[in-house]
């Protein structure tokens, strides 16, 4: 470990004179980086500050480690920032894991240590071995995209850095490191039993993946650091172009046009979809994989033009002719019955607007089915503005016989969410008059000139 302040300065961990906050568990990882640190203390003119979290699992026997972490720091003259959390309390009243309620706490502890003294970088242990067991187990589990590249040796947190240092070297190597320095870690029992799978990893395939190459875990560093270059590159073009495809983002919505996003390379549309998900979840579930995503490939290439998909957590995919639509809303139906009074604006729930006028002289914009005109003597009071009902007929202009609405939308392409919450304009006699922006019916005012008339208008509010 005789490159350590090389490795610092080729990975520009931190620079001179600063302020570092050391996660200390006591056991030989977080030793060796104590020590390593507080060996470059003096030249780097650095100011080191221990935390130590105890998380009560085992009581006298963690409060000793926390003991013997605050003795080793007063030794060294180093300030330690200690503090008992009752972890297994926590965990309870927030329906955790053990290891999810351990980390909270001491990712919340960390924080405040690092507010108070107002330190920018946080220094953890973690080592080439967990990086190999963190890579494979990702491989496994079918994560995608930076995930893949494990941990990362720097990177934002709070109001600055994590940096792990000891990255790239072997747990053997640390252990070494310990026994020549006269360290005296302590270990702690429970680490051996708290992550059944990555135990698993560490017993069965590492052993095999050092005999193959003992520095594997170099090889391993390369492939994570290398791939975190290509990913980030990757994503930022990623960015670019879904950009130029999104049709609405809203908070708990995003829309996007398949045949823009089609013409995406393979790469792009991958990630695309990796970055709206990432956006809508915040913190992606562990219950998603890679198979979620080759599924929504799948959907959208295919020809048929609409389609669904369940994601973890109440999330939908909508396909719907040339839209995709992920939402964790849900599409109940939004029916809706008013009475349209004129003159009027009726706003309704599907974002538009119908404004009635009355008018004399009106002229019928025949070519626009956003505007609608009516002789006020030629219709049954009160005009009704509903949603549509199963078997709904409308009698078109120039056309014999009646169609029915939903081949209407289906001709016209309208998205499925959108169709419940569309606009259908009625008489009093129930019979449809219109279906604003889509299509008119042949009970419009035939011609022009004196009268009144009631003119229709529909728009997005
Ligand atoms: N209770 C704790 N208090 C402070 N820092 C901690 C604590 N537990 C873990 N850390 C920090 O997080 C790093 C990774 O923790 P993890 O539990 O994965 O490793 P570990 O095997 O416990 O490491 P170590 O050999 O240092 O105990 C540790 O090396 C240390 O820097």
């Given at each position: 470990m005789k490159n350590f302040s090389a490795l610092i300065q080729k990975h520009q961990l931190f620079e001179k004179g600063s302020a570092i906050v050391i996660g200390v568990s006591g056991g030989p990882d977080s030793l060796a980086l104590l020590h390593l640190l507080n060996n470059m203390r003096e030249t780097w003119q650095l100011k080191l500050i221990v935390v130590h979290v105890d998380?009560?699992?085992?009581g006298e026997q963690s409060e000793a480690e926390m003991n013997f972490v605050l003795s080793y720091c007063r030794d060294l003259d180093i300030i330690c920032e200690a503090k008992q959390i009752d972890v297994t309390e926590y965990a309870r009243r927030h329906q955790l894991s053990s290891q999810v309620a351990g980390r909270e706490c001491r990712y919340q502890f960390f924080k405040e240590v690092l507010d108070k003294y107002q330190a920018h970088y946080l220094a953890l242990g973690h080592h080439g071995d967990d990086q190999i067991e963190t890579i494979l187990m990702r491989l496994v589990r079918g994560a995608t995209g930076t995930s893949?590249?494990?941990?990362?040796?720097k990177r934002k947190f709070h109001h600055g850095f994590i940096i792990r240092p000891?990255?790239?070297?072997t747990k053997e190597e640390i252990l070494n490191y310990c026994r020549k320095q006269q360290l005296l870690p302590r270990f702690d029992p429970s680490n051996e039993k708290t992550n059944y799978t990555r135990n698993r990893f560490r017993k069965y395939v590492l052993p095999f993946l050092k005999k193959e190459n003992p520095l594997v875990h170099e090889r391993f560093q390369h492939f994570s650091e290398t791939l975190l270059e290509d990913e980030t590159y990757l994503q930022e073009l990623t960015k670019k172009y879904l950009n130029t495809v999104l049709k609405r983002k809203e908070k708990s919505k995003v829309e996007i046009e398949i045949n823009g996003f089609l013409e995406l390379p393979m790469p792009l549309q991958r990630r695309a979809i990796q970055l709206i998900l990432n956006y809508l979840y915040g913190t992606i579930p562990a219950?998603?994989?890679s198979i979620h995503i080759e599924n929504l490939l799948t959907l959208l290439s295919q020809n048929h033009p609409s389609g669904s998909l369940d994601y973890p957590n109440g999330l939908k995919v909508i396909k719907s002719y040339q839209n995709c639509l992920f939402t964790f809303?849900?599409?109940?139906?939004?029916a809706y019955y008013y009475e349209l009074d004129f003159p009027s604006s009726l706003i309704l729930p599907n974002g538009y607007v119908i404004k009635s006028e009355l008018v004399r002289n009106a002229s019928i914009k025949?070519?626009?089915?956003e505007t609608f005109l009516l002789n006020m003597d030629s219709f049954d009071k009160p005009l009704i503005v509903r949603t549509r009902k199963p078997g709904d007929k409308i009698q078109l202009k120039g056309m014999i016989g009646r169609k029915k609405v939903k081949d209407i939308f289906i001709d016209e392409k309208i998205p499925i969410h959108n169709r419940s919450s569309w606009p259908i304009v009625l008489d009093g006699n129930g019979r449809i008059l219109w279906i604003p922006g889509l299509k008119k019916s042949?009970?419009?005012?035939e011609s022009t000139g004196n009268g009144v008339f009631v003119e229709l208008q529909y728009k997005e509010l």
């Open positions: 998380h009560m699992f085992r893949l590249a494990g941990i990362q040796m000891l990255l790239p070297y219950s998603l994989s809303e849900q599409e109940e139906v939004k025949r070519d626009r089915n042949m009970y419009e005012a």
